[in-house]
């Protein structure tokens, strides 16, 4: 019997699993194509609709066999001497086992050529990689930020192991973006931290974790399915402009309320204040009532710019400068959150305008120079002064610092060449071609509105909004009356005197409430704190977890749930001054 298997050369797996079998001696000669060195087998094979990365071909006597039904096949003939061969036999020998356990096999593959920095037989689409390059230089630089961010503002990162593999997985994809190794070892340490650092009231924190639960379904999804990693970068794409579009609807809704409206609370002239000189010198009742009406004027229209395609580079250029002044406020550690806004930004740049802007003799020197010592130096140097700056409280310096580092990344962007191609895109805008995946922007869309229906409302983009809710009120101009059919919010305590917990030592005392589910939280978390608290006008002193057990039972969901259901603390002052 004539038999011929085409496979991957480079894959040491297949090599490997290809040599051991002993089909010689089943079925004499066998004839071996390694895929990489014969380019007319492969295009033949790829011409017949067979993707040559998702598995081997074998011909027996002309008739052709691809993936799972090859190793089948390949059991089936191959001799039963040997361990190998008779393991081999057993797994594969059923056809529904190999159909079952196929998969695996192949995700065993993509993931050794991953780690071995090899390409994939079918051609790379150079757009896309391009779009990642971008993408990945500035997701690179918000996984430094978001290190600050924990490691200086919420003094959190001395926690995980994970949060110093964040540190090191960022600074190298600055260095070398447009590694897929490197980002996948971000987004895996990522995942790992998001998951024991919560819960947490960050709003960029939600932001990127729906992020990488696009990341992480999508990515499963194709590593089981053998395909190439632009085609995951490809699925993930759409999502990650939704996200950013939900963030600026709710950005504008939020806001939508009389104290936002009150330039002697509104959190738009706090931000403002708090900006470097001379910006905050600009005192002056027309400024302040600028930075409140500007504010939905300059979110409205990067929202419309992005969804126009004509106007589409005027929303990313608009949307990078709005981010970065944000950035450079003192009121907040802000870089982190601006830098994955401006990365989401980059997504809505065309493959075919990414490409472009690589060949751009300006963004090849830099890229270049990222690479070597002297690159490498400024990114170390820029980073320790954002540390120094953070760790004396001087948010605005920190701010100004990231943007010197950020800047070549903002001028090669703003200045990136432009035509009739921007408007040709590779696939839909906001749909990702992996259909289901989409469910991750339809739950940021109903994570965000949760507020109004009286659940949750930490991490919902609610931020520096002026917005509040709780207590049974609502000073939201459109929905006026108090959140429900949810009670959660309505039920709001005073902390008067606490220890043994972070965040009920830091509301003792504070002109701050807390949500009593919230309560009941945080002492099931710190089952040695001991708290004293205002009720419904009655006082409980000295309740701890033990003494609030049966409460705690009652109305405390698993705590995997609450990772995820958390609330943050409650001004009730009126107006509400800006405070978040």
Not at 179 to 184: E, P, T
Not at 203 to 220: Q, S, V
Not at 288 to 304: C, D, K, P, Q
Request: proline share 5%.
């Amino acid at each position: 019997m004539a038999v011929t298997i085409f496979y991957d050369g480079q894959c040491p797996f297949c090599a490997r699993y290809v040599a051991l079998l002993r089909l010689r001696q089943a079925v004499g000669p066998v004839g071996l194509v390694d895929l990489r060195e014969d380019t007319a087998a492969r295009d033949e094979l790829e011409a017949a609709g067979m993707v040559l990365d998702q598995g081997m071909v074998i011909d027996l006597e002309g008739h052709r066999l691809h993936g799972a039904d090859a190793v089948h096949a390949l059991a089936l003939l191959s001799s039963p001497s040997g361990l190998v061969n008779s393991l081999n036999a057993r797994l594969f020998g059923s056809e529904w086992l190999t159909r079952l356990l196929y998969p695996l096999m192949r995700a065993g593959r993509n993931t050794t050529l991953l780690l071995l920095g090899r390409q994939p037989l079918a051609a790379v689409a150079t757009g896309w990689q391009s779009l990642f390059t971008l993408f990945s230089l500035t997701f690179g630089l918000f996984g430094l930020m978001h290190f600050m961010n924990y490691a200086f503002r919420y003094g959190r990162f001395n926690e995980t192991v994970s949060g110093w593999l964040i540190l090191g997985f960022s600074l190298a994809l600055i260095c070398r973006p447009g590694s897929h190794r490197l980002f996948v070892a971000l987004i895996l340490a990522m995942g790992v931290d998001a998951w024991a650092q919560a819960p947490i009231a960050s709003n960029h924190t939600i932001l990127r974790n729906f992020l990488l639960l696009a990341c992480f379904a999508a990515g499963l999804w194709h590593w089981l399915r053998g395909s190439h990693f632009l085609q995951f970068f490809a699925d993930v794409a759409p999502v990650g402009r939704s996200l950013l579009l939900v963030m600026y609807v709710f950005g504008i809704f939020h806001k939508i309320n009389t104290d936002f409206l009150d330039p002697d609370v509104s959190c738009a002239v706090t931000l403002w204040r708090a900006m470097p000189p001379p910006l905050a010198w600009l005192e002056h009742p027309l400024i302040h009532w600028s930075t409140i009406y500007g504010t939905f004027i300059a979110e409205g229209l990067i929202l419309v710019a992005l969804l126009v395609p004509c106007w589409r580079h005027w929303g990313i250029v608009g949307g990078i400068a709005f981010h970065g002044l944000l950035a450079l406020s003192g009121h907040a550690l802000y870089p982190a959150f601006s830098t994955l806004a401006i990365a989401l930004h980059v997504l809505f740049i065309a493959p075919s305008t990414a490409e472009r802007i690589l060949e751009q003799p300006t963004t090849a020197r830099l890229l270049a120079r990222l690479a070597t010592p002297g690159g490498v130096l400024f990114v170390a140097v820029a980073t320790l002064l954002v540390a120094l700056h953070a760790v004396l409280r001087d948010y605005s310096l920190a701010g100004v610092t990231w943007l010197v580092l950020a800047m070549p990344l903002v001028i090669v962007l703003a200045l990136a060449p432009r035509g009739a191609a921007d408007n040709a895109r590779a696939g839909p805008l906001l749909w990702s071609p992996l259909g289901w995946l989409n469910l991750v922007s339809l739950l940021f869309f109903l994570n965000n509105a949760m507020p109004y229906v009286g659940l949750k409302t930490a991490q919902t983009t609610n931020m520096f909004a002026n917005l509040r809710l709780e207590g049974g009120v609502s000073n939201h101009l459109l929905l006026s009356w108090p959140p429900g059919p949810f009670r959660y919010l309505d039920d709001v305590v005073t902390i008067e005197a606490a220890a043994g917990a972070r965040l009920l030592e830091h509301l003792a005392g504070s002109k701050k409430e807390l949500v009593y589910y919230a309560l009941l939280d945080q002492l099931d978390r710190e089952p040695a704190a001991v708290v004293s608290f205002v009720r419904n006008g009655e006082h409980y002193l000295d309740q701890t977890a033990q003494t609030l057990a049966t409460e705690i039972d009652a109305n405390l969901h698993p705590a995997w749930f609450r990772k995820w259901f958390h609330f943050r603390p409650v001004d009730r002052r009126t107006p509400k001054p800006c405070s978040d």
